[in-house]
């Protein structure tokens, strides 16, 4: 489906409002008084009027995945998965000019927060569905961040060098790594950020790194948050414990840990001058992340890894009680994705659907 509008560059918040009216018009959904609960790889509203969530692909990479996502979502609707739904009687994606968009039916935030086992869960059930019918392109991360790092907004030649330098290692690295899992269909940015409380149970959301490729990698989010944070509660090793497998231990995750430290970094590089308050997170961020990722994920061995996550794990039973009200977060303008709050030690907010 396609609306027009008047076309400027940036996805600043007029622009943002202005695409947001022509996607409700073209769907016959009201867009007054539309809340913007987030704004990083994707602008993402809530309307008021409606159970429905709007989300604007915020960047060519993007744009580049939201067919997939479509077919995804179906695909997970059509095996009955707990995840988010699109709005159904509506042609999607929406396209308004140069950009695509998509709508979503709105999964309230009432249950309890979901933590490393509900993601475990989740992972299981999503690894052993039967493949779709329609083919899932190939796990390729490092095209990903490339095509981020083609279009950034403010990044200084020096940090787009270190970051073109990184790309370049840990590509070599990529291409040595032993897998153990069978590889399959993975949703691609498996953190719990993306797993909703939702009425019925944890649900899944956010398809735009679903490929074909290696299970550990969707173990590995929730691991490198465990290593690098300091969080109240591991939810590592509840993770790991559910799902039967610790990536941590395994030989190539320091590699993965590696990139995950820079799909972090470089996740919100298009929007770096559109949203303000991502890039007053982003700047830390960037610093600690030229130590670290040369050196963090590789220089523990596996049995160092696995007891860092022990030591932090002590007393989580009494920190879920002091977090529980984790969940109770409201959604705002300055909701940012809890990948940056990994990089940049902070509060995560609870995630709204998608």
Known sequence: ????????????????????????????????????????????????????????AGSTAARVTLPTVVRVARWLAHHDFPAVRLLPGVEQPIRVDD??????????????????????????????????????????????????????????PDDHAFLLDECDELEDQLGTLRYVLPPGVIHGDAFLGNVIAGPDGPALCDFDSTTIGPREWDLTPVAVGSLRMNYPVNEHLALAERYGFDVITWEGFPVLWRLRELKLVTSVLPILRSNPSVRSQWRPGIAASRPMTRTSAGNRT????????????????SAREITADFSKYEPSSENIEADISMVTPGRVKAPVSP
């Not at 890894?305 to 039973?317: E, L, P, Q």
Request: hydrophobic share 40%.
């Open 99 to 156: 950009q695509l968009a998509t709508l979503w039916t709105y999964i309230p935030e009432v249950g309890p927060r979901p933590g490393g086992a509900d993601l475990a869960t989740l992972l299981q059930r999503l690894h052993t569905l039967p493949h779709p019918r329609h083919s899932l392109p190939p796990w390729q991360p490092m095209n990903q961040i490339r095509r981020r790092l083609a279009e950034p907004e403010d990044l200084s």
């Open 1 to 56: 489906m396609t609306a027009t509008t008047d076309h400027t560059c940036g996805l600043t918040r007029d622009r943002l409002d202005t695409l947001l009216t022509a996607v409700c018009d073209q769907a016959g959904l009201p867009s007054a008084g539309a809340e913007l609960i987030k704004f990083t790889n994707n602008a993402v509203f809530r309307l008021p009027h409606a159970p429905v969530v709007v989300r604007i």
């Open 302 to 317: 596996a049995k160092e890894r696995r007891a860092a996550c022990t030591i932090s794990a002590v007393g989580a039973d």
